[in-house]
């Protein structure tokens, strides 16, 4: 079935050092790859995401990148804060009939010291 | 801004109760889906629905079913409560994208605790 797999499950950086998140997926019709932050104890939610039709996408700090031959994709976070620190999980969607199945990956712990 | 409200923030049940979960968004969305977050675990699938009455099986619908009599409300229940079903649970609504998938909006979410 499909499957997303994240490493590492947890990171801890210097506050200014880079951190990079990755993941891999298995179902190749995979098209859309959205990356979520939850900060302790709050709700999910979108930071950024990427369309299979483009390899890579900036948002200020941010971006990720993606390997279609691969199947793999990744979250890279530049000068880190302590405000990055959070549970970051990637997705893949794929089309199945009437809606899209989003598969998430098992999380990163991101911690930043200060 | 999109809302999606989940009724509880914690529930405490015992063992074989019946338990509802209940989540309202209000962005006329027609997806709408209900995840349980464990640790080490990631956020997995229970069930999702895709337009009122419609429902279809998730990653791990076992001990769970759904009712979705109205688009903005879609609700989980435990039919008997255990304590494996001790959890966080979100609820999650999308809308529905003709080309490209659009993000999903997720509550704030349920932690249950079956003893």
């Known amino acids: 079935g499909e499957n997303v797999e994240q490493h590492p499950s947890t990171l801890s950086v210097q506050e200014g050092d880079s951190a990079v998140i990755k993941c891999t997926y298995s179902d190749s019709a995979s098209n859309y790859f959205p990356w979520y932050k939850q900060e302790l104890g709050k709700r999910p939610q979108l930071i950024i995401d990427i369309r299979s039709n483009v390899g890579e996408k900036k948002d200020q700090r941010i971006a990720v990148t993606l390997n279609k031959t691969a199947k793999h994709f990744s979250l890279h976070i530049t000068e880190t804060q302590p405000e990055d620190s959070a549970v970051y999980f990637c997705a893949a969607s794929t089309p199945r009939g009437a809606t899209n199945k989003l598969i998430f990956g098992t999380g990163t712990l991101l911690a930043v010291q200060p | 801004d999109v809302k999606v409200t989940q009724s509880s923030r914690y529930l405490v049940k015992r063992t074989g109760e019946k338990v509802f979960l209940e989540c309202v968004q209000d962005?006329?969305?027609?997806?709408m889906f209900w995840y349980r977050q464990d640790p080490g675990l990631g956020l997995r699938l229970i069930y999702f629905s895709y337009d009122v009455k419609m429902k279809e099986k998730g990653d791990i619908p076992e001990g769970y079913s759904v009712s979705r009599e109205k688009k903005e409300r879609f609700s989980l229940i435990l039919e008997s409560a255990s304590t494996n079903q001790t959890s966080m649970y979100l609820c999650?609504?999308?809308?529905?994208?003709?080309?490209?998938?659009?993000?999903?909006?997720f509550g704030n979410g349920t932690r249950l605790t079956v003893t």
């Open positions: 962005m006329d969305h027609e997806n």
């Open positions: 999650a609504s999308r809308s529905r994208s003709s080309s490209y998938n659009s993000p999903l909006h």
